[in-house]
């Protein structure tokens, strides 16, 4: 059984910083690009970052690129999303998602598996 458990989401002042952890398991992690998007109300679930498990490839959205970092622990079969400088703009709803790739891929429908989600909230 696949399962993406969320941690660490929170209210935070503008220009602070949170970490996402998200704990896999059920998954051969080396054949998986994990992933984390977001949801704002009344928008469409959008990219953040996404990391290929075996190798360590990475890519960003240009929104967050500079100031989140994507990473892995092996040992642990977690992801992680360091989220510094945060603004306003994004609170939303993080989710973590696995897609069984070669490669990374940003769009949310390809992912297989999703995390239940965590509520980050920046206010200004």
């Known amino acids: 059984q696949v399962q993406l458990v969320e941690s660490g989401g929170g209210l935070v002042q503008a220009g602070g910083s949170l970490r996402l952890s998200c704990a896999a398991s059920?998954?051969?992690?080396?054949?998986?690009?994990m992933g984390w998007f977001r949801q704002a109300p009344g928008k469409e679930r959008e990219f953040v970052a996404a990391?290929?498990?075996?190798?360590?490839?990475?890519a960003y959205a240009d929104s967050v690129k500079g100031r989140f970092t994507i990473s892995r622990d092996n040992a642990k079969n977690t992801v992680y999303l360091q989220m510094n400088s945060l603004k306003p703009e994004d609170t939303a709803v993080y989710y973590c998602a696995a897609d069984r790739s070669r490669v990374v891929r940003r769009m949310f429908k390809l992912y297989e598996y999703w995390g239940q989600g965590t509520q980050v909230t920046v206010s200004s």
């Open positions: 059920g998954l051969t992690l080396s054949s998986y690009v």
């Open positions: 990391i290929r498990w075996s190798g360590g490839s990475t």
